[in-house]
């Protein structure tokens, strides 16, 4: 098995970086005190080197404390954003859920933004037809789909959101915190289901701060610090020494 078919993503030596503008003046006498010093920015290296390989059908947790690069991370694997230095591999069909309501237009209704959405990640119009009503049923919304979204709460957003995303038949799953959002059952729901899509070989990465999550659906996980991998490894094992470190 060469390394293309054996990984479905290959992060390699990847760094990334922004910049971190300080002079920004909210008042009249800021922008007096910064009108010689303009566009002063400061570089902020968020990744240092990732190297990291996923092999097919493998559910991998990347945990952290705030600003360790997890959600830099997922955003560079789904190329909305690229690394200042290195190369990121994916084979297969991908698609994600980093922010809530990311990709729906507020004034379309339910209905009219899973056509929308589910288009992003590539279905024709008649693929979505036919999975129309797995995506109303799932979501639990049927009430409300063709009410506008700017009336969704942010839970019913994650419903809608979530639902789409699992049924775009995709190889290749990224999930950041959202499911955080939203009432218990549908929580439950979700982990449910992607322990499904995990018994079909799915291959997933899941960002979260519930380590309860991590230990339930997760084989192998990811910890990052400063942007630097500190371990990576079997989930019971990289989650006990997070907790003792984090205490």
């Not at 209704?109 to 799932?138: H, M």
């Not at 049924?167 to 982990?191: M, P, R, T, Y």
């Amino acid at each position: 098995m060469n390394e293309q078919e054996e990984y479905k993503i290959i992060v390699d030596n990847v760094y990334k970086n922004f910049n971190v503008y300080m002079d920004k003046a909210n008042t009249i006498k800021e922008k007096l005190l910064f009108l010689f010093s303009r566009n002063k920015k400061q570089k902020r290296e968020v990744l240092k080197g990732i190297n990291l390989k996923i092999k097919k059908g493998e559910v991998v947790a990347l945990i952290g404390t705030n600003g360790s690069g997890k959600s830099t991370l997922l955003k560079l694997l789904t190329k909305i954003i690229y690394p200042n230095k290195g190369k990121i591999e994916t084979e297969g069909k991908l698609t994600s859920l980093l922010e809530l309501g990311a990709g729906f237009h507020p004034d379309f209704s339910g209905r009219e933004n899973i056509y929308f959405n589910a288009s992003i990640f590539g279905l024709t119009k008649k693929e979505i037809d036919e999975r129309l009503e797995d995506i109303i049923e799932f979501s639990e919304l049927r009430d409300f789909i063709d009410n506008p979204v700017r009336t969704y709460s942010s839970g019913m957003y994650m419903r809608l959101a979530f639902s789409v995303a699992i049924n775009v038949n995709a190889d290749i799953l990224l999930i950041d915190e959202i499911l955080s959002v939203g009432d218990e059952h549908f929580q439950n729901k979700c982990f449910e289901k992607m322990k499904d899509l995990k018994k079909e070989g799915k291959t997933m990465v899941f960002v979260t701060h519930s380590m309860a999550a991590v230990r339930g659906l997760c084989d192998r996980t990811v910890w990052l610090c400063e942007g630097k991998i500190k371990m990576d490894g079997q989930t019971n094992q990289v989650v006990d020494e997070y907790i003792k470190a984090t205490k």
